[in-house]
């Protein structure tokens, strides 16, 4: 960037004594974020990711994806087929793809449903305090002790089923991508409403808040434009993280036969029934999509640690 | 102190209340008990009348809810539809630890789970040994070694740990030594099961189908676990009175194991006393790839047959063990750490 070209040859004694031009917040963030190696290399390998399933519709029909023929099953991985053909004779590369965009899609908006109702739970409880904080922490408590996939599983036999399949974007989608989604969301949340309710106890103290309230700023007002946009870091963290969790959640319902049901792929399902075929020593299965799943896990992971760094506003580093 | 430990307990009692009405409104919708009932058969359908009201399940949830938590035997129930209620219940209620009976092989749900229960604590407490024994080397090496190349392998290492699915871990160790150690004529190690029915549950039998559960389990339990060493293990190294026994002269090692481990082990003592029941639940996908006769899998049969008594038993068991082992970790904090003062 322009503003690194230093024409003053002397050594800088240290970074607190540079002179930084005035930068907003996501400016900031992004120089930080640059500097973080591994969170750059997640970003690209995520990139590359979401290109390999977008780009890839562009190579195999959905059809030719779900398209099986039993007399190719359990093929090895060969030029015709890289990835080889599951147990009943599917294209596993051409699943991928697809179940690719499935996960993604799951990932995306499940964090999304957990945002919004971690959000205003947390913003509801951290900012008013009294009775309704004490009936909604104990629900967040109640939520928080039994493990996520046995309430994943519950929530999954509760739902099922009930769904009929949707149609969007031209395209045919399994009913249970939206149960999967839903549950994931609505079990997801109380991480996230523990985090905006800290933030709200903490930022509602501060003199700015009292002289918004005392120019008769209303309290949607106050929670919406004054102290949720000054939370924002840690939710969007919150959110990454969300993301990679939601992944790997659906990946262990639909590896337990109770998420979404075929011929949709997502790349949790594809790996239903793996370990059956173990013995046989069929590795193609559950080895590329199970890859898949660890890379963008992965990628999401160092993508959410480098923000957490970039965003933290007691970081000095510019 | 004592007061402390009443107060928490006290407010768990609403806790497990709530989360018992909670997950029993959902379990309701499980799916039909009956329909599996008849085996191959079709129930006909006045059996079906008959079964639904004998088990109850013809009342209200309200209903179905007081009877589980409060038993039946102080009320009389209609059992041959004739709309007169006359015989009195015999459940008496989770509150006087009934919890009923389990609607797939009709014997009680607690000795149904106590079962499998054995089995599951027996590998989770293993594999807790080995995930604190194998962390604790991980992160203090890392830690006296900061920034090195083996730090940030061991950095690095720990964040694929960390995005690993336990299923994707647990295949892949087992095409690895069971499969392929097979193929080349190596001793290879058992895939499923807790023992070979041709010699029997030996120690030995047992020991040796545990291996690669337990490897499962703390290959993506290490990574967090050992950044977590790891940093206390800094924190506890930079202070000044690691300085001052350096100053004295005190050997490297007892510094490293004495002085800053036992101040360091405060926090990891809490992750482990919250982590602990957790295992007890995340065992569902590993016992299911392992085929380890567990209370996960227990849960996942169940569930999938709409076994409310045992699914809602299985589940209060957790939520009882996180709880205690919550309050545990709290007391134990303040034992070990004179400066903690609850009130």
């Given amino acids: 960037m322009a503003t690194h070209s230093n024409p003053d040859p002397r050594p800088v004694s240290s970074p607190d004594e540079l002179e930084t031009p005035v930068l907003t917040l996501s400016q900031l963030a992004w120089r930080r974020f640059r500097r973080h190696k591994m969170a750059v290399t997640g970003a690209i390998t995520l990139l590359l990711l979401v290109l390999y399933c977008i780009g890839g519709a562009f190579v195999f029909t959905e059809e030719f994806a779900n398209y099986n023929d039993l007399s190719i099953k359990l093929q090895p991985p060969s030029s015709e087929h890289p990835f080889g053909t599951d147990t009943i004779g599917r294209d596993i590369l051409a699943r991928t793809v697809y179940g690719g965009q499935i996960s993604l899609l799951i990932g995306l908006t499940a964090m999304i449903v957990e945002i919004m109702v971690g959000v205003v739970i947390g913003a509801l409880t951290g900012y008013f305090g009294g009775w309704l904080d004490s009936l909604l922490m104990r629900m967040t408590e109640a939520v928080l002790i039994v493990p996520q996939i046995f309430l994943l599983l519950v929530m999954a036999k509760f739902f099922g089923g009930a769904v009929s399949n949707i149609n969007i974007f031209g395209r045919e989608f399994s009913g249970s991508v939206v149960v999967i989604i839903l549950i994931i969301g609505l079990t997801a949340w109380p991480y996230t409403a ?15 808040i009292l002289a918004a309230r005392a120019t008769g700023t209303s309290t949607w007002g106050i929670i919406f434009r004054h102290i949720l946009p000054n939370s924002i870091a840690p939710i969007v963290v919150a959110a990454t993280l969300g993301i990679a969790n939601a992944i790997t959640l659906e990946a262990y319902i639909s590896f337990l036969g109770l998420g979404v049901r075929p011929p949709t792929a997502t790349w949790g399902n594809m790996l239903e029934g793996a370990y059956n075929y173990i013995d046989q020593g069929i590795y193609w299965l559950w080895l590329f999509p199970g890859l898949l799943i660890l890379l963008i896990v992965l990628s999401i992971n160092f993508v959410g640690d480098g923000l957490r760094d970039a965003l933290d506003p007691r970081s000095r580093a510019i | 102190m004592s007061r402390y430990i009443v107060r928490r307990l006290l407010q768990a009692i609403p806790l497990l209340f709530l989360i018992s009405l909670l997950l029993f409104v959902m379990l309701q919708n499980m799916g039909d ?10 129930t006909r359908s006045e059996d079906r009348a008959r079964l639904t009201r004998q088990l109850g399940l013809d009342k209200p949830i309200t209903v179905q809810y007081l009877y589980w938590l409060a038993g039946n035997d102080w009320a009389k129930i209609d059992l041959d539809g004739d709309g007169v209620a006359e015989t009195s219940g015999i459940r008496k209620g989770v509150l006087r630890g009934d ?3 389990s609607l797939v092989n009709r014997q009680p749900a607690m000795e149904v789970i106590m079962e499998r229960l054995p089995n599951t604590i027996l590998l989770m407490l293993s594999a807790e040994v080995v995930i604190v024994f194998g962390s604790l080397l991980i992160g203090i090496y890392a830690a006296l070694r900061q920034y090195s190349f083996t730090d940030n392998l061991v950095t690095t290492l720990s964040f694929i740990g960390y995005s690993m699915p336990i299923f994707f871990v647990a295949l892949g160790l087992m095409y690895i030594f069971a ?7 190596l001793p290879y190690l058992p895939t499923v099961g807790m023992f070979d029915p041709r010699v ?15 490897i499962t389990i703390a290959i993506t339990s290490f990574a967090a676990n050992s950044r977590y060493v790891r940093s206390t293990m800094l924190e506890a190294l930079g202070q000044d009175y690691i300085r001052t026994a350096k100053a ?10 004495i002085h800053a481990l036992k101040n360091a082990s405060l926090p990891i003592i809490t992750v482990v006393g919250l982590d602990l029941p957790f295992l007890l639940g995340g065992a569902v996908v ?14 996942l049969d169940h569930v999938s047959r709409a076994d409310t008594p045992v699914v809602m038993g299985i589940l209060m068991l957790i939520a009882f063990a996180v709880i205690t082992f919550q309050i545990i970790t709290d007391v134990l904090y303040a034992w070990l750490d004179p400066r903690i003062r609850y009130n």
């Fill in chain 2, 99 to 101: 919890f009923g009976y």
């Fill in chain 2, 179 to 185: 499969v392929n150690f097979k193929a080349w004529g």
């Fill in chain 2, 33 to 42: 008990p009956l329909a599996t009932m008849g085996g191959r058969t079709m």
């Fill in chain 1, 194 to 208: 523990r985090i905006v309710r800290a933030q709200f106890l903490s930022l509602k103290e501060n003199e700015f």
């Fill in chain 2, 248 to 257: 004295k002269g005190i050997p490297r090692r007892s510094i490293v194991f």
């Fill in chain 2, 200 to 214: 029997g549950k030996t120690l030995w039998q047992v020991a040796w189908h545990m291996i690669l559960p337990i």
């Fill in chain 2, 286 to 299: 590993t016992e299911r790839i392992f085929a380890w006769p567990g209370m996960g899998r227990l849960f």
